[in-house]
């Protein structure tokens, strides 16, 4: 069990919380907070929404059309980094399945807490609300991109991790935004009222 002390402060989330039911694993997710360590600085914030995909059986999925180069990640040891590329902008996942399945959970946005300064360098706008509500500008204020794909993301020297401060907070679903084919089951999950989701 591995422990961070400092602006990031608690305990960093092992394999096992990962190797579950994507959806699971997205709700556990809210509230965590997620934390990139560039250089000599910590920058993150608050977890406030996300959407689970599955595997061949989920047609918004990455994975829908079976195993390739590209989505291979999602069939590997869950605790991953799953990083793809879409309208210029990087996507962060975290792999997270039970055994033998495939899925992922996407990060869609957070709730800046520290390392804001760094962060609006990485992508300057004039509201911080701007600043990491939706995938493609958190990855841009937390300098994610593909040399993280991969990347565990459950050890005290990873370069991206996420960690646990049992914070409990009332959740909204809603379907996953911008797929042509969705399940019928809702799974999008965001922190009721935050003013960081995604719009």
């Given at each position: ?19 579950r ?27 406030v ?94 300098a994610?991109?593909k ?41 999008r ?11």
């Amino acid at each position: 069990m591995s422990t961070v002390k400092g602006p990031a402060s608690g305990r960093i989330l092992d394999g096992r919380f990962y190797c579950r039911d994507p959806s699971l694993v997205a709700l556990g997710l809210l509230g965590k907070q997620l934390v990139r360590r560039l250089d000599e600085n910590l920058l993150g914030g608050l977890i406030v929404e996300v959407e689970a995909y599955y595997g061949a059986e989920d047609p918004a999925s990455r994975a829908f059309r079976g195993l390739k180069s590209f989505n291979r990640m999602m069939w590997m040891e869950p605790g991953r980094a799953f990083i793809y590329n879409v309208h210029r902008y990087w996507m962060f996942n975290v792999v997270a399945h039970e055994p033998g399945e495939v899925g992922a959970v996407l990060v869609r946005a957070i709730e800046p807490l520290y390392g804001v300064d760094v962060m609006m360098k990485n992508r300057p706008v004039k509201n911080i609300r701007d600043l990491t509500s939706g995938p493609g500008r958190l990855s841009e204020a937390l300098a994610i991109d593909k040399r993280l794909n991969g990347a565990y993301l459950t050890g005290e020297d990873s370069e991206i991790f996420i960690l646990d401060n049992n914070l409990r907070m009332e959740v909204e679903t809603s379907h996953r935004i911008g797929v042509r084919r969705d399940l019928e089951k809702e799974l999008r999950f965001f922190v009721k009222g935050n003013p960081y989701i995604s719009r």
